[in-house]
DNA sequence: GGCATATTCAACCATGTGGTTGATGATAGA
DNA sequence: TCTATCATCAACCACATGGTTGAATATGCC
């Protein structure tokens, strides 16, 4: 890629990095935690997480032999910025964005869960 | 792609298409006008429209034999608030978005471009 | 040391993306 | 009607992306 907002909203564009990023909303996580509700391989993962910290959205820190992942929400802010003076919505409405995140697991759950789990990779 | 929420960012990850949303914001315009300040061929152009419309950002009327082209900021609050919700940024602020276009486009005359002229293909 | 775990690397594959050029279809205007 | 203009379509190309598998690299633990 080149800019960083190209590359900010490019790793946005894909629902599994996206569900990576509400995950690390919660904590910070070991690559193998981050990967374990999706399916798909760990490599896969890891490349997602590239991807991320290519862009700034997280960070990876190793202690040991474990890789830890923290989300850098910073990097949005430009984002946020941008998308904000096109929209010229409403001010910022935190409420709004948790009845979303609700929202979009209630209706994943109809399909392809068990109830009660963890969030999982969701359409986020 | 599939999920809108994809469909909007990967819309937004291209400078180009960033820098017609930006064109769009001023007025209506007609394809042609879109595709002047760009150095691309209008097929390119009419390329980046079309993903702009797939994605809600953007809607095309045709009127003649002329196609406008409009914005639609509603397509950007979905994203919006998924945005706001990892920020947690300080309340909307429309000023920091007008300094931020302006910065971008300073810095971009420093490259390319007479001076003076209307804004053009930068990297918005 | 030796083994298991954590993570990435490398090679590969299918598909998507951003661009080109040339042809095509509408429509406005002389 | 003839021609120029507006916009898209179709075919193509180079390259990026998202996934796989198998090997490699580190580190922790017995």
Redo the contacts with the bound molecule.
């Keep these: ?1 080149s800019d960083p907002l190209s590359t900010v909203f ?1 790793a946005l ?2 629902p ?2 996206r569900a990576i990023l509400a995950m690390l909303l919660e904590d910070d996580m ?6 374990e509700p999706f ?13 991320l910290a290519e862009a700034g959205l997280i960070s ?1 820190e ?7 992942c923290r989300l850098e929400p910073d990097a949005l802010k430009q984002a946020s910025v941008w998308m904000q003076g096109f929209g010229q919505f409403e001010p910022v409405d935190l409420d709004a964005f948790e009845r979303f995140l609700e929202d979009e697991l209630r209706s994943a759950d109809a399909g392809d869960s068990p109830p009660g789990l963890c969030p999982g990779p969701r359409d986020i």
């Excluded at 070991?30 to 990967?35: I, K, L, N, Q, R």
């Design positions: 890629m490019a564009a894909d599994t990095r070991a690559v193998t935690d981050v990967a399916e798909m391989s760990l490599a896969a993962i890891s490349k997602h997480l590239a991807v990876r190793k202690r040991g032999r474990v890789i830890w």
